[in-house]
Nanobody, 124 residues
Framework: QLQASGGGLVQPGGSLRLSCAAS????????IAWFRQAPGKEREFLAA????????SYADSVKGRFTMSRDNTKSTVYLQMNYLTPEDTAVYYC???????????????????WGQGTQVTVSS
């Protein structure tokens, strides 16, 4: 089970840190990713952390602004989001899977476990 939190209302240019806490799985054995979905749009890949690998990969749309990290001792991943714009407004999801191959890491439908989503609204 995944539990995402940390969303909210923030002004343009501001920052938020999302958390995703896992339970019931061997967290360190799972690939973890962040996605988002804005109204009327497809679910969009943001960042992914492969198990055993400390270097996340990022979508071009967030590279340099978002930073993903994971703490296997707490079974938690984080998404630090800086320089937010109204275009970042969406529901943000974390996802986990233990069997993905690298080429599937950015495909939302390949993930088995999902958090409930947390709303991020960027508005003045």
């Amino acid at each position: 089970q995944l539990q995402a939190s940390g969303g909210g209302l923030v002004q343009p240019g501001g920052s938020l840190r999302l958390s995703c806490a896992a339970s019931g799985i061997t967290f360190s054995s799972y690939h973890i990713a962040w996605f988002r979905q804005a109204p009327g749009k497809e679910r969009e890949f943001l960042a992914a952390s492969r198990r055993y690998n400390s270097n996340p990969s990022y979508a071009d749309s967030v590279k340099g602004r978002f930073t993903m990290s994971r703490d296997n001792t707490k079974s938690t991943v984080y998404l630090q989001m800086n320089y937010l714009t109204p275009e970042d407004t969406a529901v943000y999801y974390c996802a986990a899977d233990s069997t993905l191959i690298m080429s599937s890491m950015r495909t939302w439908s390949e993930y088995v476990y999902w958090g409930q989503g947390t709303q991020v609204t960027v508005s003045s």
